[in-house]
C-alpha cells in the first residue's frame, strides 16, 4: 500500500450495496469492491454499466465500483 493517509477522506455509503466505504475519486471509491453493476439499457439492447463502462458480455467477475452518486454523465466521464 501506498504512504497516503485514508483517514483524511471521507465515508460514504454505496448506493448499490449500502457498505460503507472511503472516497478517493469524487465518490468513486479506489478498487472494485462492490458486487453490484448499475446496468443501463443501450438503444441497441445490450446493457452496460453506469459505474464501471462494461457491457455485460465483457464483464469477467461480479465487482464493480463502490458509489454515492449517479454518474449522470454516463459514458462521457471517466473514473481518473
Do not use: V
Not at 53 to 63: A, L, M, P, R, V
Amino acid at each position: 500500500m501506498n504512504n497516503l493517509k485514508y483517514s483524511k477522506y471521507t465515508m460514504y455509503r454505496c448506493d448499490k450495496c449500502n457498505d460503507q466505504y472511503q472516497a478517493r475519486y469524487a465518490r468513486f471509491s479506489d478498487r472494485t469492491s462492490c458486487r453490484y453493476h448499475f446496468w443501463i439499457k443501450e438503444p441497441d439492447g445490450s446493457f452496460i454499466c453506469r459505474d464501471c463502462k462494461k457491457y455485460k458480455h465483457e464483464i469477467t467477475c461480479h465487482n464493480c465500483y463502490h458509489t454515492s452518486a449517479p454518474n449522470r454523465c454516463f459514458r462521457f466521464c471517466t473514473i481518473l
